[in-house]
């Protein structure tokens, strides 16, 4: 019997990754580039036993439906077949957050896997390593595995070597204000939303072509400690994603009146009472507000009392993934 736990944290991303060049691998195909949260974590532990007879898993103390059991097993079986190790394992993986609903679930879910599995395994992985391990389940948790600022090149077809890297910044003090909205389970999963872009959405080719510049942007402003561009540039990439995405055929609309609510009162206060807050969204409902630690106070108050507002985590930078006791 052989067990490992970890804690990796969720990440939210600044420069979107929408689409993939390669299914088989998971590859994405555009540059993304995050902010792993401190206050965002999930705890799993694997537990390899030779007299199990099948993987079991438990996901905040429920049984994963099909899909996500098969997702899971699929690392499981990518650790087996690298470490020799060929008991079937005992997962339990809880999140300190709604699961499922477009607030990063699967990034520091997959990356807590990844992590806990390997040194379960005895596999002797660097971040890097477990970077790549990560991706193959889903590209957001291959930034997961780092701590801070990551970005996430564009893939090539064809090579697997693609993990993420943390950004050479120095420490800089910026809040995230997580706005839950709904805590109900998406009905889009961000895998499908994606190939629904891709295939139907007439928007996508443009997508594509345009968010590396989005991506740019971001990055230097993250690199000059810019939060004025990085919060443009990030709203910029956040919409011609949802555009690109509730152009597709069905529409794929993650969105809820409260979403745009709490958007135009950002977007309204920034112009009259100058905050310095800028607003993103994922495949769910939930606002991110990426603020200044100036601002933060004033603007999670004044959220807070929005109705349809559910609760908001005020959270800042977080560390990478670790093996814990
Ligand atoms: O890694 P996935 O398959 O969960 O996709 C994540 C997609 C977005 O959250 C919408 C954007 C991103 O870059 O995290």
């Known amino acids: 019997m052989k067990a490992a736990s970890s804690k990796a944290h969720a990440n ?4 979107k990754y929408w689409g993939k060049c390669d299914e088989q691998l998971n590859l994405p195909v555009v540059p993304s580039l995050s902010l792993t949260l401190d206050g965002l974590w999930t705890e799993t532990t694997v537990c390899f036993d030779s007299i199990l007879p099948a993987d079991t898993i438990e996901l905040n103390g429920q049984i994963p439906s099909d899909r996500e059991a098969a997702r899971i097993i699929q690392l499981l079986d990518r650790v087996r077949s690298r470490s020799g190790v060929a008991a079937r394992a005992q997962v339990t993986s809880t999140n300190n957050f ?11 879910g997959f990356a807590a896997l990844a992590a806990a599995a390997a040194r379960a395994a005895d596999l002797d992985l660097n971040l890097e390593d477990l970077s790549r391990l990560a ?7 291959a930034r997961s595995i780092f701590g801070g600022f990551v970005e996430l090149a564009a893939g ?4 697997d070597s693609l993990c993420a890297r943390p950004l050479p910044t120095t420490t800089w003090d910026v809040v995230m204000l997580v706005v839950i909205i709904d805590d109900g389970r998406k009905t889009i999963s961000s ?9 139907t959405s007439p928007y996508y080719d443009e997508w594509v072509r345009k968010a590396p510049t989005w991506f740019e942007q971001v990055r230097d402003g993250v ?8 919060g443009h540039a990030m709203e910029l990439s956040t919409f011609a994603m949802h555009a690109c995405a509730l152009c597709a055929d069905p529409a794929v609309l993650y969105w809820k009146p409260t979403t745009l609510r709490v958007f135009e009162h950002i977007r309204s206060q920034r112009e009259r009472a100058d905050w310095k807050a800028w607003c993103t969204m994922d495949a769910g409902p939930h606002v991110k507000v990426l ?8 603007v999670l108050e004044s959220l807070s009392a929005m109705p349809g507002v559910k609760s908001i985590i005020a959270t800042h930078a977080g560390p990478p993934v670790r093996v814990v006791p």
């Open 156 to 159: 090539s077809v064809g090579d």
């Open 135 to 141: 991706r193959r389940s889903s590209a957001s948790a």
């Open 98 to 108: 709604p699961t499922a609903s477009g607030l990063a679930s699967s990034a520091s």
């Open 191 to 199: 895998t499908e939303g994606m190939m629904r872009s891709a295939t």
């Open 291 to 298: 603020c200044s630690s100036a601002c933060a106070p004033t």
């Open 223 to 230: 690199l000059a400690h810019n939060l004025e561009q990085v």
């Open 12 to 15: 939210i991303a600044l420069a």
